[in-house]
């Protein structure tokens, strides 16, 4: 292993620190995006604003999310070399509207009506209901509203149902659930009443059902379990928090490190 070379994509510099004293291999950091260049079927990576490409790459490890990246993962999915998680899978679920018309085709909890509504329109709603744009997360790109809701950009409408906010993180085959905090109707893995909740089965079947079938062995899924128990599909989060919470920290690391010797 000592003469491949590995890449870390968008790990924080504690974390590389750490893979790097559980690995013998020689590891290349990216805090950002990264150029990428495939050469006769090699990976080549180089930091932006450089010509210095490193590589061969042998492996990836990808854990980011960067407001360029689509045409990246592209290219990493063309290499098709081994990353973690698997390029196709991070190039599947990055697309916002693109990820839930095809999670909504996998997960057992996806019925829930979704619409749509393109920029510079004006979309009615018949009850309450939540907007949801652009392509990040942590709350963004969300807003409830009843009447009507002018898009500016491409938006998905679905029905606002109050219940209990979880996500189900995978790592690998360690499945870890949590309650979501807020302190209104949005809620988060980063506010302070996040804890983790006993995992429930059907959850952890539909997880395990969307990792296998994306081919993404690290992922997270949202979802709000309504007032009766039924719980709905919010969104596959294709690059999950892993640092929030110290037990899902190390499952990552110690996969992360497995995989990157394996």
Request: with cysteine; proline share 5%; net charge negative.
């Amino acid at each position: 292993m000592a003469d491949l070379t590995v890449a870390l994509i968008g790990l924080e510099r504690v974390e590389v620190q750490e893979l790097r004293a559980r690995t013998e291999c020689e590891l290349v950091a990216f805090e950002m995006m990264p150029k990428v260049q495939i050469r006769a079927g090699e990976l080549f990576l180089a930091r932006f604003g450089t010509w210095d490409w490193a590589g061969p790459v042998a492996k990836v490890v990808f854990h980011g999310i960067f407001e360029n990246d689509l045409p990246g993962l592209a290219a990493l999915a063309l290499w098709g070399g081994p990353c973690l998680p698997s390029a196709s899978g991070l190039l599947d679920c990055r697309p916002r509207i693109a990820n839930l018309a095809r999670t909504r085709r996998v997960s057992a909890f996806a019925a829930l009506p979704r619409s749509y509504t393109d920029a510079g329109t004006t979309y009615r709603a018949d009850g309450p209901s939540v907007a949801k744009w652009g392509e990040w997360h942590c709350g963004e790109g969300k807003e409830r509203f009843t009447d009507e809701w002018a898009a500016t950009e491409p938006a998905l409408i679905e029905p606002f149902i109050d219940g209990d906010a979880v996500r189900v993180t995978a790592i690998g085959d360690a499945l870890f659930q949590l309650r979501l905090g807020g302190d209104d109707w949005k809620k988060s893995i980063h506010h302070a009443t996040a804890a983790f909740l006993p995992l429930d089965e059907r959850l952890a079947a539909d997880v395990r059902r969307m990792r296998d079938h994306f081919d993404l062995a690290v992922c997270a899924a949202d979802y709000i379990v309504a007032p009766d128990g039924t719980p709905h599909l919010l969104e596959l989060n294709h690059v999950p928090n892993v640092t929030q919470f110290a037990e899902i920290r190390t499952a990552y690391l110690d996969y992360a490190a497995r995989w990157i010797a394996g």
